[in-house]
């Protein structure tokens, strides 16, 4: 109760300004990425002293391997290095104490560590993440996909199982594109736009904040302020899970994998309307991939893909506002240049 009205007072100071000016997408991209940074250094001096923790690892090969690593600053990811290529290259998520655990984010104690990859006997966990870090690509894909003019809104989407066939990641575009639909070439356009981030091979770093911080990182929009109240109301710690990706900040609801270059097929395969809600016009865009280790057929991908072009159809949940703003130009403004040979 005390974390829920906390937010309501954080939402409402930069809600009212936010309210006084709002600036270009870009702006907001670079004052979240400023807010990001500025919590992330003031977290990492909480260490200023260099101390030791032991790390016990646990896998094939590896049970009664020990390091001794530093409290605060090394990473699941820092022990990977300590141990061979293979296990740095195709780690993707950790179980750190039997928890879920991000590989760029820092060990605060002693601990038993497990390193997570895709061709695990039972990689369901990790399976999970990764279906929740393609969403998040697509996401950001999204809203860099269109010219500074329109605005797009990215919508807090519920987890969306294996199961479904398809990953998705809920959008509102500026108003006037609500009567654009997307033609196969859009489509090929975000699919580019998605190989390119993910030839980058950009790490997705965590960073857990106090609902403050992140009001403050997405303070120009009303319904990323309502979610952090929300996610920081259910988190028994009162904290938020934030994630950056290059210069994209994002709020999540569940661990991602350790980077974009993990992602191996991927195709952007529909974007279906879901009509009118709550922030304007709904659209859930729709995606299907592989991990890096695991590749299908091209006649087993396209069997795939006709499955991901379906609509997923679970409830929508209150989601985000359009930040505002005019365009002159025409509609159809996807800009995703195609990806370095």
Not at 178 to 200: F, K, V
Not at 234 to 259: E, F, I, N, Q, W
Request: hydrophobic share 35%; glycine share 6%; proline share 8%.
């Amino acid at each position: 109760m005390a974390t829920r009205t906390a937010c309501q007072v954080f939402r409402r100071r930069f809600s009212s300004a936010s309210a006084a000016l709002r600036p270009s997408t870009a702006e907001i991209r670079s004052r979240r990425n400023a807010v990001f940074s500025r919590e992330q250094q003031r977290q990492r001096a909480l260490y200023p002293r260099i101390e030791k923790i032991e790390v016990s690892l646990r896998g094939p090969g590896l049970d009664g391997t020990l390091l001794i690593m530093n409290k605060g600053m090394s990473t699941p990811l820092s022990c990977a290095r300590h141990l061979t290529e293979y296990h740095m290259n195709n780690s993707a998520l950790a179980l750190v104490d039997g928890e879920l655990w991000p590989l760029h984010q820092p060990l605060t104690d002693s601990c038993t560590l497990t390193l997570l990859m895709f061709n695990d006997s039972d990689p369901t966990l990790l399976n999970e993440a990764y279906w929740r870090s393609c969403s998040a690509l697509l996401g950001q894909v999204l809203e860099t996909a269109f010219k500074d003019d329109y605005t797009v809104e990215l919508l807090s989407t519920p987890e969306v199982p294996v199961t479904s066939g398809a990953f998705c990641c809920d959008v509102v575009l500026d108003p006037q594109l609500d009567s654009w639909t997307p033609s196969p070439e859009s489509l090929r356009s975000l699919t580019r736009g998605a190989q390119q981030l993910i030839h980058q091979n950009l790490a997705w770093e965590p960073l857990e904040v106090a609902p403050s911080v992140a009001l403050e990182v997405f303070s120009h929009s009303r319904c990323k302020q309502e979610e952090v109240e929300q996610k920081a109301s259910d988190s028994p710690k009162g904290t938020v899970m934030l994630y950056r990706c290059g210069d994209h900040v994002l709020l999540s609801g569940g661990p991602l994998v350790a980077r974009t270059g993990l992602c191996s097929q991927y195709e952007v395969t529909a974007m279906h309307s879901l009509g009118q809600g709550p922030w304007g016009h709904h659209r859930r865009t729709q995606g299907l991939s592989l991990p890096l280790q695991l590749q299908a057929h091209h006649t087993v991908w396209r069997r795939l893909r006709e499955r991901a072009e379906k609509l997923v159809s679970f409830p929508s949940c209150s989601q985000r506002i359009p930040y505002g703003g005019k365009a002159d130009t025409p509609p159809l403004a996807l800009q995703t240049p195609p990806p370095t040979p």
